[in-house]
């Protein structure tokens, strides 16, 4: 029997929000739903919402692992599952910097996400 790995591509939240008008200007298609939610599937759980929130917040708009340890009442590693969550979803950015690890959010998937939910003059998009 094979232990092989399967390696889960990177979703391009530029590339998957990119295609997609705000919601409120017209109906999204399922191929793009189904990019989409990969998004956010990957902040609608309520650490790793919270996480996004606190690297977004922080000095700088990065934080490093140890800056978010002590938040929850988690293990370190149950957080750097979270992270790494985000990551590969796209929405975070990671550096290396000795033994800790620094997270910033992307500028691009955040703007992105914007746009998915963007209305004009306080009104739907489009209305």
Same mark, same amino acid.
């Given at each position: 029997m094979s232990n092989s790995v399967i390696e889960l591509p990177l979703i391009q @939240?530029?590339?998957?929000? %990119?295609?997609?008008? @705000?919601?409120?200007r017209e109906p999204m298609s399922a191929d793009q739903a189904e990019q989409v939610s990969?998004?956010?599937?990957a902040? %609608? *759980?309520p650490v790793r919402l919270r996480l996004m929130s606190m690297i977004l917040s922080h000095k700088g708009g990065? %934080?490093?692992v140890c800056d978010l340890n002590d938040a929850f009442d988690l293990s370190q590693p149950t957080i750097s599952h979270h992270l790494?969550?985000?990551h590969q979803s796209g929405?975070? *950015?990671r550096e290396k910097r000795g033994t800790w690890v620094y997270y910033k959010a992307k500028p691009e998937a955040m703007a992105a996400m914007t746009n998915l939910f963007a209305t004009v003059n306080g009104t @739907?998009?489009?209305?």
């Open positions: @939240p530029e590339s998957a929000l %990119a295609c997609c008008a @705000p919601l409120a990969g998004l956010l599937k902040i %609608a *759980d990065e %934080a490093c790494k969550v985000l929405l975070l *950015d @739907p998009a489009g209305r």
